[in-house]
Nanobody, 116 residues
Framework: QVQLVESGGGLVQPGGSLRLSCAAS????????MGWYRQAPGKQREFVAD???????NYADSVKGRFTISRDNAKDTVYLQISSSKPEDTAVYYC??????????WGQGTQVTVSS
């Protein structure tokens, strides 16, 4: 009964900023990591960034230096700050919660469009 609610997607001009949020709720008591993946039309889903409960972050090379992931453990919420956006960032962004090596959950996705 775990639900992931994503918000913050929308249209932004190249170079602009956007902040995505994902709140996890339900009968979950421990989360090892939370993160973001994205899928552009005609392409496979790809890793964007994740963050552990201890605050260790990982980023895909394509977004490093432009995106920032953060987490509020008390609220089971993860954020993705998108800055210096590029048209190639256009995709559906999916929130991911990893409970352990065997169990993970996915949000429904939120559309991010970078276009002038």
């Amino acid at each position: 009964q775990v639900q992931l609610v994503e918000s913050g997607g929308g249209l932004v001009q190249p170079g602009g900023s956007l902040r995505l949020s994902c709140a996890a709720s339900g009968s979950i008591f421990s989360i090892n990591a939370m993160g973001w993946y994205r899928q552009a039309p005609g392409k496979q889903r790809e890793f964007v960034a994740d963050i552990t409960r201890g605050g260790t972050t990982n980023y895909a090379d394509s977004v490093k230096g432009r995106f920032t992931i953060s987490r509020d453990n008390a609220k089971d919420t993860v954020y993705l700050q998108i800055s210096s956006s590029k048209p190639e960032d256009t995709a559906v962004y999916y929130c991911n919660v990893k409970v352990n090596r065997f169990v993970n959950y996915w949000g429904q996705g939120t559309q991010v469009t970078v276009s002038s």
